[in-house]
């Protein structure tokens, strides 16, 4: 059974700070996804990897993925309170495309 | 790029009644739609595997008889709770693998909050 575990869950941090949500799964993936979810909203897709190695930028977000490790990061750039939300990491486990297994997310909250 | 609508956005019923909610890929064609389950403050939960033209595959622990899927259409998925109770009230989201790029990206629909009364 594949599992996909985040830490921390809960981020707190001030504006102009840095700081890496951490996302490890349990089994051979390539695909691995993150997204961003606001409070009773669906998910918004930020970042699609599909490699070991990839590495993505938008922003101040940066992920990256480490397929031998079974780790990727979310690494957040000198923070706005405009990031504040909810960060899932995702890993596609299945054949045909996109059947996902989530993390259980990460709430940060980025303070004046 | 590729959309995916979902309808109700949210819905409240009584206990005992069904409710429908509809997944539509908007300009891409979908053999394979997904269903998750959001409780609050909670990451999302794979329920069930739309397929179509043939039987949905449902996760472990989930009722295939209370949550009725059916996959008409190559463009539309619904979920039907059927005799929906209070503990079924939930953040439901639907998601659609886009063809292009050999399937590696997952499309979301808005979702719909249910909320059993």
């Known amino acids: 059974e594949l599992k996909v575990e985040q830490n921390p869950l809960f981020l707190s941090m001030q504006e102009g700070k840095n700081y890496t949500i951490y996302c490890n799964y349990s089994?051979?993936?390539?695909?691995l996804y993150w997204y961003r979810q606001d409070p009773g909203k669906s998910l918004e897709s930020l970042f699609v990897?599909?490699?070991?190695?990839a590495v993505k930028q938008e922003g101040r977000l940066m992920a990256s993925l480490d397929t031998k490790a079974r780790l990727s990061t979310l690494h957040i750039t000198a923070a706005v309170h405009d990031l504040s939300a909810t960060y899932f990491c995702?890993?596609?486990?299945?054949?045909?495309?996109?059947?996902?297994?989530f993390g259980e997310g990460t709430q940060l909250t980025v303070n004046p | 790029g590729a959309v995916v609508s979902q309808h109700p956005s949210w819905v409240i019923c009584k206990s005992g009644t069904s409710v429908k909610i509809e997944c539509r890929s908007l300009?891409?064609?979908?053999?394979?739609m997904f269903w998750y389950r959001q409780f609050p403050k909670q990451s999302l939960m794979l329920m069930a595997t739309?397929?179509?033209?043939?039987?949905?595959?449902?996760e472990q622990g989930v009722e295939k008889d209370k949550f009725l899927i059916n996959h008409a259409s190559l463009t539309l998925s619904t979920l039907t709770v059927t005799s929906a109770h209070p503990e079924d009230s939930s953040f439901y989201i639907c998601?659609?693998?886009?063809?292009?790029?050999?399937?590696?990206?997952?499309?979301f629909g808005q979702g719909t909050r249910l909320t059993v009364v």
């Open positions: 998601s659609a693998p886009h063809p292009g790029g050999g399937n590696t990206e997952a499309f």
């Open positions: 089994t051979t993936s390539d695909r």
């Open positions: 990897l599909l490699s070991n190695g």
């Open positions: 995702a890993v596609d486990g299945g054949t045909s495309g996109s059947r996902l297994t």
């Open positions: 300009d891409f064609q979908a053999t394979t």
């Open positions: 739309s397929n179509e033209g043939s039987k949905a595959t449902y």
